[in-house]
């Protein structure tokens, strides 16, 4: 069984994709609205995947992908983002997520993935 937590700053994007994810047999964990509560729900109870918005206040998605990655270089984050400038792409590209799904993301396209990680 597949176990996720999901980091999005916009409350109601978290409830919908766990709802979609508990559809798909995979096991939410926990639910962050910033990196820091990424990194900490991942030091906590170390999913198989994380879902993780670049865009959020305080501390961003980069800031999780980087300690995340620190701690497990060979974790899984999914990075779901809207941002399609040159600075996030450079960014995201040094930090290899394991995928990256634009904005709004394809349905479809997450539970090929979930089936390719395992699920």
């Known amino acids: 069984?597949?176990?996720a937590v999901v980091v999005d700053d916009d409350i109601d994007t978290v409830d919908v994709f766990c709802d979609y994810l508990k559809m798909k047999d995979v096991v939410v964990l926990g639910r962050g609205h910033n990196g820091k509560e990424a990194v900490s729900l991942y030091q906590t109870h170390k999913p198989d995947i994380v879902f993780?918005?670049?865009m959020m206040p305080e501390?961003?998605?980069f800031y999780a992908l980087e300690n995340i990655r620190r701690a497990n270089p060979d974790?899984?984050?999914v990075v779901?983002?809207?941002d399609l400038r040159d600075e996030t792409t450079k960014r995201l590209n040094m930090l290899k997520p394991t995928e990256i799904f634009i904005k709004p993301y394809d349905l479809d396209k997450i539970a090929k993935l979930l089936e390719r990680l395992g699920n």
């Open 59 to 61: 501390y961003d998605g």
């Open 75 to 77: 974790s899984k984050i």
């Open 1 to 3: 069984m597949t176990t």
């Open 52 to 54: 993780l918005d670049l």
């Open 80 to 82: 779901i983002t809207a």
